[in-house]
C-alpha cells in the first residue's frame, strides 16, 4: 500500500478513482483503497514515477457525479426513458386508435396533430 498525504480527504470515499498527476505530466489513475485521517490516504499500487507536493489529484468519481448531476439540472441526461408502441406509428395510425369509430374526434384530431398549439375554440367540420 502507498499512503498519500493531500489538502483533505474530505469529500473522498475508500473505492473513489483518483488521477495523479506525476512530475512527467503523466496523469496516473488509480482507485482509493481506505481514508486513514483528514488529509491521508491509501492506494494499493505505488505510484510509477514522482509526484511533487502541490501536483493535482483530481477525484474522477466526484467528477463523474457532478457532471451527472449537471445534465440532470440542465435536462441533457434524462434516466427514465419511456418507449411506447405510438413512436413508430404513423399520425393516421395514432388517429384511428384514438378515434376509434367517432368521426368527429378523428377530424379534430387530424387538425390538431402536428401543430404547435391546440385551439379550444376551433370548430369541427
Known amino acids: ?14 473505492g473513489d478513482r483518483l488521477g495523479i498527476l506525476l512530475d512527467s505530466k503523466d496523469l496516473f489513475r488509480v482507485q482509493i483503497q481506505n481514508i486513514i485521517s483528514e488529509t491521508q490516504l ?15 489529484i483530481t477525484n474522477y468519481t466526484a467528477v463523474a457525479a457532478f ?21 413508430g406509428m404513423t399520425d393516421d395510425q395514432i388517429v384511428a386508435k384514438l378515434a376509434g369509430s367517432d368521426r368527429n374526434k378523428a377530424v379534430l384530431l387530424k387538425s390538431v396533430l402536428g401543430t404547435e398549439k391546440y385551439d379550444a375554440n376551433q370548430k369541427v367540420a
Do not use: C, F, K, Y
Not at 42 to 56: D, H, Y
Not at 70 to 87: D, T
Open 67 to 87: 457532471m451527472r448531476l449537471r445534465g440532470q439540472v440542465l435536462g441533457i441526461l434524462q434516466e427514465n426513458v419511456h418507449l411506447h408502441a405510438e413512436a
Open 42 to 56: 491509501t492506494i494499493a499500487a505505488g505510484l510509477p514515477g514522482p509526484a511533487s507536493s502541490g501536483n493535482v
Open 1 to 14: 500500500d502507498t499512503i498519500l498525504t493531500v489538502d483533505t480527504s474530505e469529500r473522498m470515499l475508500a
